[in-house]
């Protein structure tokens, strides 16, 4: 399958300051990423899809000015927590969208995730 | 909200079939049904996915029934390594909302040494 990198893997900060997270596709280019937050014991939950060169779509709920997101070029997304507090402490899981030929057949591959802890 | 239903937990013996059911009763004509899983601290993993054809590739099998309203995650020899939740989505084929993979609770298959 494809390869998603993530980086940093992991990342502690103090409360107020902002943390940037990558999402990379390796070996193959993505037009939509998607951005994903887990909790303890939890599913995942969808924040927001990134859409390369225009403005991400953010799921209801999800604070557009906190988490920041960025898709400059078909193979990144950042996502950005500005002034984070303990309760954004959380695993942040990207997911980016194959481009296929026939319907159907794209297929979203994940990264292996992000464990941000705010103190 | 996620339109599959999964029990929560199932275990299986090492190197037994592990048959993970899935029901998606409302699932609509272009709709997929897909299948990841997670192991304990990583991201999800992508395993297979169909329309309304059995599928396999190296890793599973995927038996849809005929109205495709279930479906079931076959892996046929279960290794320790196997161990994750399952989460079992359906998503459709074109923009809009149903395009999105929403993640329910999924099973956590626990193999057994």
């Known amino acids: 399958g494809a390869v998603v990198s993530q980086h940093p893997s992991r990342v502690i900060c103090k409360s107020g300051t902002s943390v940037k997270i990558e999402c990379r596709s390796l070996?193959?280019?993505?037009?939509?990423m998607f951005w994903y937050r887990q909790f303890p014991k939890k599913s995942l939950m969808l924040m927001a899809t990134?859409?390369?060169?225009?403005?991400?779509?953010?799921e209801q709920g999800v604070e557009k000015d906190k988490f920041l997101i960025n898709h400059a070029s078909l193979t990144l997304s950042t996502l950005t927590v500005t002034s984070a507090h303990p309760e954004d402490s959380s695993f942040y899981i990207c997911?980016?969208?194959?481009?296929?030929?026939?319907?159907?057949?794209?297929?979203?591959?994940f990264g292996p995730g992000t464990r941000l802890t705010v103190l | 909200d996620a339109k599959t239903t999964q029990p929560p937990s199932m275990d299986c013996a090492e190197g037994r079939a592990a048959n993970l059911p899935c029901n998606h009763s409302?699932?609509?004509?272009?709709?997929?049904v897909y299948w990841y899983r997670q192991i304990h601290s990583q991201g999800p993993q992508y395993i297979i996915h169909?329309?309304?054809n059995n599928e396999t590739n190296e890793m599973a099998s995927l038996i849809i029934t005929e109205d495709r309203k279930s479906s079931t995650l076959i892996l046929p020899h279960a290794t320790l390594r196997d161990t994750a939740v399952y989460y079992c989505?359906?998503?459709?084929?074109?923009?809009?909302?149903?395009?999105?993979?929403?993640f329910g609770k999924g099973t956590l298959l626990t193999v057994n040494p």
């Open positions: 997911s980016a969208r194959t481009s296929g030929g026939m319907r159907g057949t794209d297929t979203q591959y």
């Open positions: 070996d193959f280019q993505a037009t939509t």
């Open positions: 990134s859409n390369e060169g225009s403005k991400a779509t953010y």
């Open positions: 409302t699932i609509s004509g272009n709709e997929y």
């Open positions: 169909g329309l309304k």
């Open positions: 989505i359906v998503r459709g084929d074109s923009g809009g909302s149903n395009y999105k993979l929403t």
